[in-house]
């Protein structure tokens, strides 16, 4: 399945693939559900079209007991090297860096909570760090993983301009004030010494590999049906999301990274895939009938932290624009990605 979704992403023709050949990729985060995606991709790469030059995937962890089992067909593999270490502390690598993924980053709603900080260091410190990183190496374009969640609470349509409020004594707004100042260092640092930052904002991103228990809605939904439970609403479920599967998101990253103006940020998500958290559950039941399952719905417990994005008019004109289309509709996606787990 997985090689199925890699094969789509290096046969896109949107892509010069040729840019990585012998670069050295640094992927920050690379244990997480996007940038593992991403190095994984690139490492496929190198097996087939990249094969005579490859390029090597430096992918930065915190874990590395949890590193060698997210990559573990490929440890035998030169073209990866796993380094440990905290990315909120400066970085010095033995190559010359050509091109920063910064994705480090807890993206789980339950260390809004009970971590804050551990949110906070790696947007801002661990930002900092991967920037003057850039400044003494030859970098030719660095990609920002911000997220949907800095334009705080807006009820209108979603583009790049569009803002709302974020209350900064609020818990929750570690995640979306942390990446919104990641941003604006992104941005200060591409003024001051013109270096080739792009920034990508992703809305819900689902796929293989992602963690069943973080906390995430739908999250929860591919759980419930794994596990052969009814899928259980806490909310009245009315609000509505826009959902892209993780082969369609990886390649607009890879879009933006090398086709993205620089400083500039790409909303990333579906316009076409948008749903009520209500629908969702029911899409998500009937994929699997044989399992019988019904949503229901009860309280919310108390360590539930909704998310502030009330809308989900979100636009991807300026994605659009590089020549990005989802091909994977939310019926297929989830049901790739339920059968992944059984």
């Keep these: ?107 789980s709603p339950r260390f809004y909570k009970d971590a804050p900080l551990s949110v906070i260091y790696p947007n801002v410190l661990g930002t900092i760090n991967m920037l003057n990183l850039a400044r003494t190496n030859p970098v030719r374009s660095i990609l920002y993983f911000s997220s949907g969640e800095v334009y705080g609470e807006f009820a209108g349509s979603i583009d790049e301009n569009a803002y709302g409020i974020v209350d900064p004594t609020a818990l ?55 596990m052969g439970q009814d899928i259980v609403l806490t909310s009245s479920g009315e609000a509505k999301r826009s959902f892209l599967y993780l082969s369609d998101a990886t390649l607009a990253y890879f879009l933006i990274l090398t086709k993205g103006a620089n400083n500039e940020a790409y909303n990333v998500a579906n316009e076409q895939g948008v749903v009520s958290i209500k629908e969702l559950a029911q ?11 019904k949503v229901r719905f009860e309280p919310p417990n108390e360590s539930y932290m909704p998310s502030p994005i009330l809308s989900c008019d979100v636009k991807t004109a300026k994605l659009n624009a590089l020549g990005f289309s989802p091909k994977v509709s939310i019926e297929e996606g989830f049901s790739k990605t339920i059968r992944s787990y059984l």
Excluded at 14 to 30: E, R, V
Excluded at 43 to 52: G, I, S
Excluded at 204 to 223: C, E, S
């Design 1 to 107: 399945m997985l090689e199925e979704d890699f094969t789509a992403i290096t046969s896109s023709p949107l892509i010069n693939w040729q840019l990585f050949a012998n670069a050295n990729i640094l992927i920050t985060g690379a244990n997480g559900f996007l940038p593992a995606y991403m190095a994984k991709t690139l490492l496929n790469l190198n097996a087939t079209l990249l094969k005579h030059s490859p390029c090597r995937v430096l992918a930065l962890v915190r874990n590395y007991k949890h590193a060698r089992e997210v990559f573990a067909p490929y440890l035998d593999r030169q073209d990866l090297v796993l380094i440990t270490q905290d990315v909120s502390e400066p970085l010095t690598l033995p190559y010359p860096i050509h091109y920063i993924i910064h994705a480090a980053s807890p993206a």
């Design 172 to 226: 929750r707004s570690c995640y979306a004030e942390s990446k919104r100042m990641g941003e604006n260092l992104c941005i200060a640092y591409g003024s001051e010494y013109g270096l080739p930052i792009k920034i990508a904002r992703p809305f819900h991103t689902y796929g293989p590999g992602m963690k069943l228990d973080d906390g995430r809605v739908f999250a929860d939904f591919v759980r419930s049906v794994v």
């Design 283 to 293: 899409i998500i039941a009937s994929l699997f009938p044989e399992k019988g399952l």
